[in-house]
DNA sequence: CATAGTGTACTATGCACATAGTGCACTAAG
DNA sequence: CTTAGTGCACTATGTGCATAGTACACTATG
């Protein structure tokens, strides 16, 4: 994984493990790798592993049980909500972003509509 | 301004700055503020300040002349590049982001179409 | 009970960010 | 020349992020 510098690497690690709760790569119930695995995975620091397992349990994302390790939450409905919440997040930022440079939700469909899809299909 | 802890402030300064730039509220040529002046205008520290107008000089957005203050460049072209280059970079985001959640083109464009319309239009 | 895997807690270091404060040099205007 | 406004340089402090390393507690398994 390439991290950016500007962006604290346990919210980047985060981010990334709840893309593939919300795409069913990590199903409801799912056993997570543990925080020193985790750490060897993506190459960070136990301690910055063991925050991450934190901050997915404080949002209800996963739960940790001591000796035992985390969990993907059992609840699809959670999961569900999840990809609503962060399809909503992605939709707001990206208008803000374009009405502070002036342009509205019209010019948002047309610049998508001529962005250009190198890559795009995967 | 309200500044997000997540975000440096100077990053998130230089942005709203660059925004009144590529929105004409700051035509090119304009003077800004001095450092001092622009450190109490956003509640911030003078070297932060110092710092950002360094950051929009290193992009090429402004000029800065010692003695006389710091001043928006005076080609309407790279304000208009820059403009360019900011909606660019919100698209790419917004659909990385989609992306990440097993989303396309087509989903993105129907969530703007979908979106709750609450203060867009101004 | 012994072991391996796990979460948890703690200390310490280096770095970037933001703050506070001071001083100096340059420019324009009186 | 003096003054005000400005950019610029420097030291110092506090905080959060990320790292390194160590130690302890819990759980399941044999």
Known sequence: ??????????????????????????PPGAKLPGGR?????????????ARIYQELEREGVC?????LGTFV????????RLREEMAR?????FLADLKGIGMN????IELIRKEDNTDDHQ
């Open 63 to 67: 739960q940790t049980q001591r000796g």
């Open 1 to 26: 994984m390439n991290f950016d510098p500007m962006i604290p690497i346990w919210l980047q690690v985060a981010t990334s493990i709840k893309q593939q709760i919300v795409t069913g790569r990590l």
């Open 73 to 80: 939450t059992d609840s699809g409905e959670t999961v569900q």
């Open 37 to 49: 695995d985790l750490a060897l995975q993506y190459g960070i620091n136990p301690n910055t592993a």
């Open 89 to 93: 997040g992605a939709v707001s930022r």
């Open 105 to 108: 939700r019209e010019d948002a």
